[in-house]
């Protein structure tokens, strides 16, 4: 989980670079075609559920959760334009994470996340959408990282950011203001560290 681009220069000690998680492997066919799901192996290190409606109401925060965590989203079929969710680490500071059916692209926007560790770092990363295919993703977001697997896993995306607080109110937001309906479940998760010490 790094880039040559700044690879020296990520503000970690006394590690540079981190493993993304494991996956599972897996094909599927579909009216799209023939596609490689990836989904995270994260089971084992779930704490406390939270149901998603408690941390968003109305398109606006009423709670927050400390990294690391996982989200579960899905956003329906909702009408054309951009929507998604932002993970605000304080009033200025922000991770956008989005589906655009505009340019019928997903993607992660790093550039309001925090700290910039070279001028090659604040960017918004995409990958092609698939119009049949479901609006969901999965988010892992761990003190430094965000991966997201989308469209049912057929899309995987994985972002360093160095927010300056590791609690993140979410919210909802859509380019029509119409905040989707968003189904889903989040889950609090343990420390790998902890996890391997208790043999799981």
Do not use: C
Request: aromatic share 8%; proline share 6%; no cysteine.
């Amino acid at each position: 989980m790094n880039n040559w681009q700044y690879a020296a220069k990520i503000p970690t000690s006394p590690w540079r670079g981190q493993m993304s998680l494991p996956r599972r492997l897996s094909l599927i066919r579909d009216s799209d075609g023939l596609a490689l799901r990836q989904e995270p192996v994260i089971a084992a290190l779930r704490g406390r559920s939270i149901a998603v409606a408690d941390l968003m109401r109305g398109g606006s925060q009423a709670g927050t959760l400390a990294a690391p965590y996982e989200l579960d989203l899905d956003f329906g079929r909702p009408a054309a334009g951009s929507f998604g969710i932002r993970l605000f680490s304080d009033d200025h500071r922000w991770t956008e994470i989005g589906f655009d059916t505009g340019r019928m692209e997903f993607y992660i926007d790093r550039r309001h996340a925090g700290l910039e560790v070279s001028p090659d770092f604040p960017v918004r990363t995409a990958a092609p959408l698939r119009r049949e295919r479901p609006y969901t993703v999965r988010l892992i977001v761990d003190r430094s990282s965000v991966e997201a697997y989308a469209q049912d896993g057929t899309i995987a995306m994985t972002d360093l950011i160095y927010p300056p607080s590791q609690r993140d109110r979410i919210r909802s937001f859509s380019s029509d203001e119409a905040h989707p309906a968003i189904r889903g479940e989040a889950w609090e998760l343990r420390s790998i560290w902890q996890a391997a010490a208790a043999g799981h």
